[in-house]
């Protein structure tokens, strides 16, 4: 039977427009699973069709590819496209496309469409594909799905690609993800090389692709095309512009344009304003930021709440008054921003730098308003606040303040207002006058923190104003009308020191009756002042049995307080002078790095050694016994050292037997009614 020869003409090819000659050179496979159809290739003796392929977001003209019917005996390298792998037939005749047609943009690192189409797509009629394509790219643009829908278009239905196909395109670049300013060049480039002219439309896509990713040079050059054309950049298009330039980091034309928008009266969108802010922040512009925003409010548009709660923040962290007191009266006096505890510290530390009582004042109200209880620091920043603007009534009302909400002043809290006084010589009585108009005209109870910070003013002042003292006396006297739990020892420490700084022993021994009187129990602090009053007035048996009352409770001696002590002893040859100058607290130093050992602990050590266990100095070198010690030492310094150690152990038992001696084990601190002593100072 004579076998009918096939005749491949157009009809045949319209038919079965998938079919290639190499199909029936290549032997089926019947045991494998069918492969998708191969892509498209053009016959040798087939007539000339213009058949248009889809490759890598362009469309190439197929009817520049030369016919290639011969199958491929080598491998196709594996392409690196991160796109999902090709059928062997589809690589195969990929790469006889991506050879025969150099100059198309399907070079080596594109690849052709996805054959594999979803069903909703393929199914649907070429209007509601155009429709569709429309949508998806005025939406959502995505670039695969766009993809498939123009491969459905061009490849399957043979629609010839037109201007709007290349803009939606170009328009599938805005993908956040996927989109390139490389693939718009291109796709600009085949336009141009197709003999299609890009309209304004087209041209703005592209502006709008280098708005997510942008070109500086692709830019210019799709300007430069639009001036030539005669073609009016558009609304949208000033925004493109500007946000690729703020995608650049270029604000100074980025501000440029935006004013050159506001001269042509172009509405700036939401999201234009939005992002300039956002940019602008975060170079620390916080002057053109409070001007755009105030010229925004002046014409009436609205702003996010998320974009005024960031200014807030982001303004008060850097410091800037203006931005963050506009903020804070349009939003949050207002009751349209809550903002946080930590942004609210950062408006209150602002507020305290530049001596804004307005401001302060203003977010105490808004922790009033919302229940929020302030910190410590908040009413540190609040006080301070007030006395950078000098008014010390306010001060000593916040201080109240912490009083009645159970937070206790520390010294961060009446350090700037001492401060303020001493630096503006304000007069301490003036100040005790306030805190009684507090009590009496505005029922507020006074803490002590307040007396304390005017006995410590006293206690400055005291030393070139001997009269201060009296005053302070009488201050104290009128304590228990203010504070009714009496005066703590802080309060006492502070008039003490002003009694000694003003010469006056009898006032400060009055104080140390009243303390002994009330129970007040005094501190190491409250012993040093006391024996130096004494060592001043040349007592120095009273100084050295309050040094004696020190060491039983265990308290030691301030760095300083030793030093003075040490000082004024030496000045006498009173045996309590030279009792108190040579006592072992006083005598001790700080503890060098080598220090001697006793005579006990080396043995333990030369135990631990011998047992392989050697114990380690705190710094890291190991413990010296004294023989050690005397090893490294020449004779003459290990006669001294001998020598001062014989001294030590006798000082230290002459102490011990004068103890016994005297009865000093057995004497008790009761005030100054031991007997009169001939400088006025009693023990």
Same mark, same amino acid.
């Given at each position: 039977?004579?076998? #009918?020869?096939?005749?491949?003409?157009?009809?045949?090819?319209?038919?079965?427009?998938?079919?290639?000659?190499?199909?029936?050179? #290549?032997?089926?496979?019947?045991?494998?699973?069918?492969?998708?159809?191969?892509?498209?290739?053009?016959?040798?003796?087939?007539?000339?069709?213009?058949?248009?392929?889809?490759?890598?977001?362009?469309?190439?003209?197929?009817?520049?590819?030369?016919?290639?019917?011969?199958?491929?005996?080598?491998? @196709?390298?594996? %392409?690196?496209?991160?796109?999902?792998?090709?059928?062997?037939?589809?690589?195969? &005749?990929?790469?006889?496309?991506?050879?025969?047609?150099?100059?198309?943009?399907?070079?080596?690192?594109?690849?052709?469409?996805?054959?594999? =189409?979803?069903?909703?797509?393929?199914?649907?009629?070429?209007?509601?594909?155009?429709?569709?394509?429309?949508?998806?790219?005025?939406?959502?643009?995505?670039?695969?799905?766009?993809?498939?829908?123009?491969?459905?278009?061009?490849?399957?239905?043979?629609?010839?690609? +037109?201007?709007?196909?290349?803009?939606?395109?170009?328009?599938?670049?805005?993908? %956040?993800?996927?989109?390139?300013?490389?693939?718009?060049?291109?796709?600009?480039?085949?336009?141009? &090389?197709?003999?299609? +002219?890009?309209?304004?439309?087209?041209?703005?896509?592209?502006?709008? =692709?280098?708005?997510?990713?942008?070109?500086?040079?692709?830019?210019?050059?799709?300007?430069?095309?639009?001036?030539?054309?005669?073609?009016?950049?558009?609304?949208? $298009?000033?925004?493109?512009?500007?946000?690729?330039?703020?995608?650049?980091?270029?604000?100074?034309?980025?501000?440029?344009?935006?004013?050159?928008?506001? #001269?042509?009266?172009?509405?700036?969108?939401?999201?234009?304003?939005?992002?300039?802010?956002?940019?602008?922040?975060?170079?620390?512009?916080?002057?053109?930021?409070?001007?755009?925003?105030?010229?925004?409010?002046?014409?009436?548009?609205?702003?996010?709440?998320?974009?005024?709660?960031?200014?807030?923040?982001?303004?008060?962290?850097?410091?800037?008054?203006?931005? +963050?007191?506009?903020?804070?009266?349009?939003?949050?006096?207002?009751?349209?921003?809550?903002?946080?505890?930590?942004?609210?510290?950062?408006?209150?530390?602002?507020?305290?730098?530049?001596?804004?009582?307005?401001?302060?004042?203003?977010?105490?109200?808004?922790?009033?308003?919302?229940?929020?209880?302030?910190?410590?620091?908040?009413?540190?920043?609040?006080?301070? @606040?007030?006395?950078?603007?000098?008014?010390?009534?306010?001060?000593?009302?916040?201080?109240?303040?912490?009083?009645?909400?159970?937070?206790?002043?520390?010294?961060?809290?009446?350090?700037?207002?001492?401060?303020?006084?001493?630096?503006?010589?304000?007069?301490?009585?003036?100040?005790?006058?306030?805190?009684?108009?507090?009590?009496?005209?505005?029922?507020?109870?006074?803490?002590?923190?307040?007396?304390?910070?005017?006995?410590? =003013?006293?206690?400055?002042?005291?030393? !070139?104003?001997?009269?201060?003292?009296?005053?302070?006396?009488?201050?104290?006297?009128?304590?228990?009308?203010?504070?009714? $739990?009496?005066?703590?020892?802080?309060?006492?420490?502070?008039?003490?020191?002003?009694?000694?700084?003003?010469?006056?022993?009898?006032?400060?021994?009055?104080?140390?009756?009243?303390?002994?009187?009330?129970?007040?129990?005094?501190?190491?602090?409250?012993?040093?002042?006391?024996?130096?009053?004494?060592?001043?007035?040349?007592?120095?048996?009273?100084?050295?049995?309050?040094?004696?009352?020190?060491?039983?409770?265990?308290?030691?001696?301030?760095?300083?307080?030793?030093?003075?002590?040490?000082?004024?002893?030496?000045?006498?040859?009173?045996?309590?002078?030279?009792?108190?100058?040579?006592?072992?607290?006083?005598?001790?130093?700080?503890?060098?790095?080598?220090?001697?050992?006793?005579?006990?602990?080396?043995?333990?050590?030369?135990?631990?050694?011998?047992?392989?266990?050697? !114990?380690?100095?705190?710094?890291?070198?190991?413990?010296?016994?004294?023989?050690?010690?005397?090893? $490294?030492?020449?004779?003459?310094?290990?006669?001294?050292?001998?020598?001062?150690?014989?001294?030590?152990?006798?000082?230290?038992?002459?102490?011990?037997?004068?103890?016994?001696?005297?009865?000093?084990?057995?004497?008790?601190?009761?005030?100054?009614?031991?007997?009169?002593?001939?400088?006025?100072?009693?023990?």
């Amino acid at each position: 039977m004579s076998r #009918r020869a096939l005749v491949f003409d157009g009809l045949w090819y319209s038919l079965c427009p998938s079919f290639s000659l190499s199909t029936l050179s #290549r032997p089926a496979p019947f045991l494998k699973k069918p492969r998708p159809p191969p892509a498209f290739s053009v016959a040798a003796n087939s007539p000339r069709r213009r058949c248009y392929k889809r490759k890598a977001g362009g469309f190439v003209d197929l009817n520049k590819i030369t016919d290639n019917t011969a199958p491929k005996t080598s491998k @196709t390298k594996p %392409s690196t496209d991160p796109g999902p792998p090709l059928p062997p037939n589809e690589a195969s &005749n990929h790469e006889q496309d991506a050879t025969s047609a150099p100059d198309s943009i399907a070079g080596e690192h594109s690849r052709p469409l996805s054959r594999r =189409v979803p069903r909703n797509i393929s199914e649907k009629t070429t209007d509601d594909l155009e429709s569709m394509l429309e949508a998806v790219t005025l939406k959502s643009p995505n670039i695969r799905h766009t993809s498939s829908i123009l491969g459905v278009l061009i490849r399957d239905r043979h629609i010839k690609p +037109t201007a709007r196909h290349y803009k939606a395109l170009i328009l599938a670049n805005t993908d %956040s993800e996927r989109g390139s300013p490389d693939m718009v060049r291109l796709l600009l480039d085949e336009m141009e &090389n197709n003999g299609i +002219t890009a309209d304004s439309g087209t041209l703005h896509s592209a502006l709008q =692709v280098l708005a997510v990713h942008p070109d500086y040079i692709l830019r210019q050059e799709i300007l430069g095309k639009l001036r030539d054309r005669w073609l009016p950049l558009s609304p949208p $298009g000033w925004h493109f512009v500007v946000a690729g330039l703020l995608r650049e980091h270029q604000l100074e034309l980025a501000l440029e344009q935006l004013e050159l928008m506001q #001269r042509k009266d172009i509405f700036v969108e939401n999201w234009l304003h939005s992002i300039i802010i956002y940019t602008l922040c975060d170079f620390q512009e916080f002057d053109e930021v409070h001007r755009l925003m105030q010229e925004r409010v002046n014409q009436n548009h609205d702003m996010t709440l998320s974009l005024w709660s960031h200014v807030l923040n982001e303004a008060s962290l850097a410091s800037h008054y203006e931005a +963050t007191r506009f903020v804070w009266q349009r939003m949050v006096d207002l009751c349209y921003l809550h903002p946080s505890l930590s942004t609210c510290s950062n408006v209150l530390d602002l507020a305290a730098r530049v001596g804004s009582a307005e401001l302060a004042s203003s977010v105490f109200r808004y922790f009033t308003e919302t229940q929020i209880l302030p910190r410590r620091e908040d009413y540190d920043l609040l006080i301070q @606040t007030y006395v950078k603007v000098g008014d010390l009534s306010a001060a000593f009302d916040v201080l109240c303040s912490m009083h009645d909400a159970e937070v206790t002043p520390a010294a961060s809290s009446t350090r700037p207002i001492a401060e303020s006084m001493l630096r503006t010589r304000f007069d301490h009585r003036e100040a005790w006058q306030i805190l009684k108009r507090l009590q009496w005209d505005h029922r507020r109870n006074i803490p002590l923190a307040c007396v304390r910070t005017i006995a410590e =003013v006293c206690e400055q002042r005291a030393e !070139q104003d001997p009269t201060v003292v009296d005053e302070g006396i009488a201050f104290y006297k009128e304590l228990y009308t203010l504070c009714p $739990g009496g005066a703590d020892v802080a309060v006492y420490n502070s008039f003490i020191r002003m009694c000694r700084r003003g010469n006056n022993r009898q006032a400060g021994m009055f104080l140390v009756k009243e303390m002994a009187s009330l129970g007040v129990i005094p501190d190491a602090t409250t012993f040093e002042s006391i024996i130096l009053m004494c060592l001043d007035a040349g007592n120095f048996r009273s100084a050295y049995l309050y040094f004696q009352d020190l060491v039983k409770r265990e308290a030691t001696v301030s760095k300083e307080a030793r030093a003075e002590i040490c000082e004024l002893c030496a000045k006498s040859v009173d045996e309590f002078a030279l009792r108190l100058q040579y006592h072992p607290q006083l005598q001790k130093e700080e503890v060098p790095e080598q220090e001697l050992v006793e005579d006990t602990e080396p043995e333990s050590q030369n135990a631990a050694r011998a047992r392989g266990r050697v !114990q380690a100095h705190p710094t890291g070198r190991p413990f010296l016994s004294p023989a050690e010690h005397r090893m $490294g030492m020449s004779v003459e310094e290990r006669r001294a050292w001998n020598k001062r150690r014989r001294k030590e152990r006798r000082r230290r038992e002459a102490i011990a037997r004068n103890g016994e001696e005297e009865g000093w084990a057995d004497w008790e601190a009761g005030g100054l009614d031991k007997g009169p002593a001939k400088d006025g100072v009693d023990r």
